[in-house]
């Protein structure tokens, strides 16, 4: 028996209640396919030769990135991601995945009135020991005793202060002198194309230091490694890394750092 | 001794039902309509934690990450307004190339509707359930956003013009076009009416149109004919994120609009402003946001397109004022279409991060957590002050996936539904505890709130009194 208390929904009007079904389905659409079509697109890349064999049964070309089955994916993400981007749903669901990070970084300035080296640092020397005589200022984000400290707020600066910088880190087969040329060119590569960034966020934390301006900033990348489960003390570091410099009375150029030569090097143009 | 049956309350239906197709339309979740407090209960959390996000950590750094020169700014992240992408932000300015391109696409589709409007027949009162007054669907609400659209339109292309010193001043080319459609629809409403068939309510929107349009286009000649520079205007069209008073400003309507939807005032106006403002603060720096800003997006989307105020607002004691006192007793229900949509978005989440997390080899040998508590940029108390027995982190990482990969399966069988839902929440709440990850728990709270009875609890509460 109908509820004779309930205010009749067939009144409401048809074409919108269509149009409000419409969307509702393809808002269902979207979900599912934005989020498994990205998953698996992004999941070919680390694809095991053996399972890359079992879906050409299903998907003969799809490892190749090639046939219908790949198009039409790709089609699908094209408008997902249109949708996606147009109403700020962004759905990146990897949350401490696939893997944890066992590097830390943190940004700091090194105020020095010292003069520019005219000559390299002794190239024996690592880059975690370079040396110029100056003040450091530590980011907010950075606790300063790695033992205790209570951390609340600044979540947006440390999401901004990680952006800083590329992930730097030795891989297992790389000689010494592989890695810091690997490191020269990241380094490079990442200080050309974010030097606005960069220097903005360098000349923005000094004023907010409210230090005298130097003769020349260095931005460091202080870099705590986690030592894991079996390793004693749970973190090690800070190793200090020069990244880039900034010298006020040259304008607002940025130089970055080569740990080859342990020099400041003008950025190509 | 038995009660006495209570008097049946009655019950309003508010909101537009979807039409869903099978099988949407024959599962009872998707069409039984819920309590409109479980909708009320997210608005409420989502718009108070967006007040104290907007107030506490986006206000006092605001310069710093949004503003020209400080690491951020239009130039730092232009990529990321930039055509194929589809991220917009109004304070781009009127004149960002998206920003215009929408407000043609907005224009140009709301015309045609309103060209299709005058050639369709009226729709009878009775089958519009005596609403009454409007002939068809575009009503005086769309032909005021047409009008809006165009507006916007000429202010876009004169930023345009503007910005470009070398090219010759054709300040009225916009405002022409806009004017011209303009003036053909006072026309076509005119004679509409004459055969009885148009509204004086359309008619004066048409003629108003007209009027502020040729304001437009007589200051357009003005502008290409006597070289005039306008401040005012050049700096309100101008990016909003180079001028760091009308930042501030906008920063400010921001943590308004927020305020006004906690406390359900114009909901709906509140709701959209919302959106626009959070879409185009988080458009500015995607460098400053992290899984709970995206979850919270999310929720403003959906809060803007349902009847979120129905209850528990200030739009609903303005209603019960002016109600009949039989009215003002009504139970409100919704129908369920968003809270699902939002509920299958929980689904998502969960299970990706599974999806994703099963990929990771600390996941499997059980060592993420303990990563994750020693890592010293996020945790909010140094592992060295609460050393975690290993064992503890391992079972914990293994439960978290476990959980996370089967919460489809879980939450779909009623014996394990609120089990695994309080182990969602226990999760947060640690989360919370052990690590500064800003308002990110809160947010994801927040998509909890609707599986609460509301309804009930403040229907006991009353019952109490």
Known sequence: MPDSNFTPRSELPQQRSFLLGLFVVLQLVFLVVHNFFNYL????????????????????????????????????????????????????????????????????LLLSDEAPPDAPVEPEETAARFRVRGKVVLSDNEPRDMDRYFRWGNFRLRKFENALFPYLRPRDEETPREIVERYRDKIKEFTKENADMLGGYVRYRLKQSREAQPRQVILLLRQYLLTGPNGGYFVEGPFTLPFARWQPEAGNALEYFDPVTHRFEPLPK | MSASPQPAEPVRFVGLEPALPWPLAGWRWWTEPVAAERLAALRIGLASFLLIDILCTYLPNLDMFFAEGAGSGARVFSWYTQAPRWTWSVLRGLGDPLIGTLLLLGWIGLGLGIVFDWFTPPIPPFARGGEGGWPSGIGVKWRVVWLLFGVGLVGSSWDRVWNQPEAELLFWIAPCTVAAAALIALAVEIVLLLLGRGSRAALIVAAVSLVVLGYQLALAILLDTQDVDIPVLRRLLRPWQEDAALLHVAAILWAVSAGMLALGCLTRSAAIATFVFNTSFVNLNPNIDNAGDVIRCIIVFYLMLCPCGAVWSLDRIWQRIHQPAAQARERIVISPWALRLLFVQLVLIYFMNGLYKLGGANWWSGDSLYYVLCDVTLTRFSYAQFPVPLWVTRLATWSVLLWEVGFPLLVSVRWTRKPALWFGVLFHVCIYVSMELGNFVPYILTLYLPLLPWEKMTRSRFRAK
Do not use: I
């Open chain 1, 41 to 108: 697109q992004e999941l070919r890349d680390d694809m095991r030769s053996n399972s890359r064999a079992a879906l050409r049964h299903f998907a003969p070309d799809w490892p190749e990135k090639k046939g219908h089955v790949w198009n039409f994916m790709e089609g699908g993400t094209f408008l997902t991601n249109r949708w996606s981007q147009a109403t700020l749903q962004l759905e990146q669901w990897s949350l401490f995945a696939p893997g944890v990070g066992t590097d830390c970084y943190f940004p700091a």
